[in-house]
């Protein structure tokens, strides 16, 4: 099996990597900007091209066409930067994957999307299921939705390419995957992270952590292990039962409030020497969303996956519970320099 990823030194592509090599005979193709994040370089299986999504089209057109599938996940995914940066959001997570998907499509080349769970959007109900629930956006004052509109008009036309030119392919939805690499405390510093980097590195310089609308929201929160292994379930699918299917991958048992979260974070780390004076001190302040963000935003209350399509049809269900999954993350951070 040979899989092409872009996007590859992200956190998903850097963990699938390492999933791939540990636990297949596969060869990997990996594609980004850097490679700080991949681990195994001197593996015979990985081969890393460093580059630029914009400018190597004919290169990349060319893996694609020796690969047996491909993963691009080059992508903008943190909506500290989709709230101020809209149209870089739209070019990369939209016009820049079209032109993969069309290189898939004319090569007849399997292509794994990823899509998201911002699809769902405002959908209501105690489930969100891949094939049944409504996909419902704010209004486009708010500029939050391009990333969800993005990605969802991606999910359509992969689809209607599968549709009319046979394309085979597969999407899958992460929900709040979470885990080393997430983001970086660089990012954390500008208040740019995503919630449980944000947390630790607030809490590991003295800062308060901000519980935006008082951390109410509520969301499934993964661990990238249970994550990835459900990649490595879709791209091993002999019986081509993931062909033309969306999978939702999270972990509903894991549904918790963000302030629920802070309080896990902050246990975790008094469990760390580096951060246990930290973490006896930290302190918690809520601030308004359009505070913290800026006009723009808008948020979701709930995220919670129905993955009874993954459990029947790839034989999947996630192994790591909330608060090992937090252990896990802050234990990372504490053991870097």
């Known amino acids: 099996m040979n899989v092409f990823l872009l996007g590859a030194n992200g956190f998903i592509g850097s963990h699938l ?3 791939i090599l540990e636990k297949t005979d596969w060869t990997v193709t990996a594609f980004d900007l850097r490679d700080d994040n991949l681990r195994g ?13 914009y400018e190597e089209d004919r290169w990349i057109e060319d893996e694609i066409a020796r690969s047996d599938v491909v993963i691009p996940l080059a992508g903008i995914a943190k909506p500290a930067y989709y709230i101020t940066n809209p149209l870089m959001t739209f070019e990369l997570d939209f016009e820049q994957n079209l032109k993969i998907v069309r290189m898939c499509a004319e090569h007849g080349i399997r292509i794994i999307f990823p899509s998201t769970s911002e699809v769902y959007g405002m959908s209501t109900g105690d489930w969100l299921m891949e094939d049944e629930s409504l996909l419902i956006q704010g209004p486009i004052k708010n500029s939050r939705w391009i990333y969800s509109c993005s990605k969802q008009m991606m999910d359509r036309v992969i689809a209607a390419y599968g549709q009319e030119k046979g394309l085979p392919y597969t999407l899958f939805r992460p929900f709040n995957w979470i885990g080393p690499r997430l983001d970086t405390f660089r990012d954390a510093e500008n208040r740019k992270a995503r919630s449980i980097t944000q947390m630790i590195y607030d809490v590991s310089v003295g800062r308060p952590i901000t519980l935006v609308d008082g ?6 929160f993964t661990y990238v292990t249970d994550g990835v292994d459900a990649l490595i379930a879709i791209i091993a699918d002999v019986k081509k039962s993931a062909d033309g299917e969306i999978f939702n991958i999270g972990n509903p048992d894991s ?3 963000i302030k629920g979260l802070a309080v896990a974070v902050v246990d975790a780390m008094k469990d760390f020497p580096k951060f246990a004076e930290a973490a006896s001190k930290a302190t918690f302040v809520e601030k308004d969303s359009t505070e913290y963000y800026g ?3 808008e948020d979701v209350q709930d995220r919670k996956p129905s993955i009874s399509k993954a459990e029947e049809l790839l034989d999947w269900h996630p192994q790591v519970d909330f608060h ?13 320099p």
């Open 215 to 220: 951390g109410r929201q509520r969301r499934s």
């Open 41 to 53: 370089s001197d593996n015979p299986r990985l081969s890393i091209k460093l580059g630029d999504l």
């Open 324 to 336: 090992e999954a937090v252990r896990r993350t802050v234990a990372f951070y504490a053991d870097r």
């Open 255 to 257: 549904n918790h409030s």
């Open 17 to 19: 990597i390492d999933r």
């Open 295 to 297: 006009r723009g935003y």
